[in-house]
């Protein structure tokens, strides 16, 4: 098994829009982060992204941060989009399946009208819950293909 860090855990209550960090997360089985506007019986109920793809784009528009893609969880050490359909993440007692490597910008997202970039589509990945429980911010994870 291979490790990685939990460099922040965002939500947001509104769905399209930058998320916010907070200290730790609930995390329901089958439904995602407890609060957050993704959550729900369906295939994309977290979305993962590493820190740094986020620092790639830091050199065309230095302001972004964590949330900022709206992913729930910022990551450190570990290639998420390499990661196979079905891989299993492990974070404390939470357990995670990769479900979906990027998607579809919305209509072209704030970040991409400012930076003529956005990694989310490319770099952002996915995954449903199948053990739940709480992430803190200082948490490390685990995963396995």
């Known amino acids: 098994m291979k490790r990685f860090k939990i460099v922040s855990l965002n939500v947001s209550g509104k769905?399209?829009?930058?998320?916010?960090?907070v200290p730790k997360v609930v995390v329901k089985k089958n439904h995602g982060i407890v609060g957050d506007a993704h959550a729900g019986d369906w295939h994309r109920q977290?979305?993962?992204?590493?820190e740094e793809d986020i620092e790639y784009m830091r050199n065309k528009l230095d302001s972004l941060g964590p949330g900022d893609f709206a992913e729930n969880i910022t990551t450190r050490g570990i290639d998420l989009p390499s990661l196979p359909l079905g891989a299993i993440l492990q974070i404390g007692e939470v357990k995670l399946e990769v479900t979906q490597?990027?998607?579809?910008?919305?209509?072209?997202?704030?970040?991409?009208?400012?930076?003529?970039?956005?990694?989310?589509p490319g770099?952002?990945?996915?995954?449903?819950?199948?053990e739940g429980g709480e992430i803190t911010g200082e948490s490390e994870g685990t995963y396995h293909i």
């Open 15 to 21: 769905p399209g829009r930058s998320k916010r960090p």
């Open 46 to 50: 977290i979305s993962l992204l590493a």
């Open 101 to 120: 490597i990027g998607k579809e910008c919305h209509k072209g997202c704030e970040i991409l009208k400012r930076a003529g970039e956005c990694i989310m």
């Open 123 to 130: 770099r952002g990945i996915f995954a449903r819950v199948l």
